[in-house]
């Protein structure tokens, strides 16, 4: 089993910047990638980044490319998500996932971050 707890949402003002984090504890070298999804109300959940455990390459969704950007610490067992230049569009609640080698996803409570003046 593996734990996701996210932190650093909160309201932002369009163009601001926020950084959300992901503390992972449990059977943690089981996880062969980590990521960051959001949902925004009436709409589905979507990828916006990831991370991949052997060799940290990343991917990133296009609407997010070259303003977000996903890391982590492996000595804290945390992944991050710089989000700059924030839009409105952005608003959504925003779930940390884990995806172990095998079947199952494991997924955070999320947190809320809302772009708005």
């Known amino acids: 089993q593996v734990q996701l707890v996210e932190s650093g949402g909160g309201l932002v003002q369009p163009g601001g910047s926020q950084t959300l984090s992901c503390a992972a504890s449990?059977?943690?070298?089981?996880?062969?990638?980590m990521g960051w999804y959001r949902q925004a109300p009436g709409k589905q959940r979507d990828l916006v980044a990831r991370?991949?455990?052997?060799?940290?390459?990343?991917i990133y969704a296009d609407s997010v490319k070259g303003r977000f950007t996903i890391s982590r610490d492996n000595a804290k067992n945390t992944v991050y998500l710089q989000m700059n230049s924030l839009k409105p569009e952005d608003t959504a609640r925003y779930y940390c996932?884990?995806?172990?080698?095998?079947?199952?996803?494991?997924w955070g409570q999320g947190t809320q971050v809302t772009v708005s003046s």
């Open positions: 991370i991949f455990t052997r060799d940290s390459s990343t």
């Open positions: 996932n884990a995806a172990p080698y095998g079947t199952g996803q494991y």
């Open positions: 449990g059977s943690i070298f089981s996880i062969y990638a």
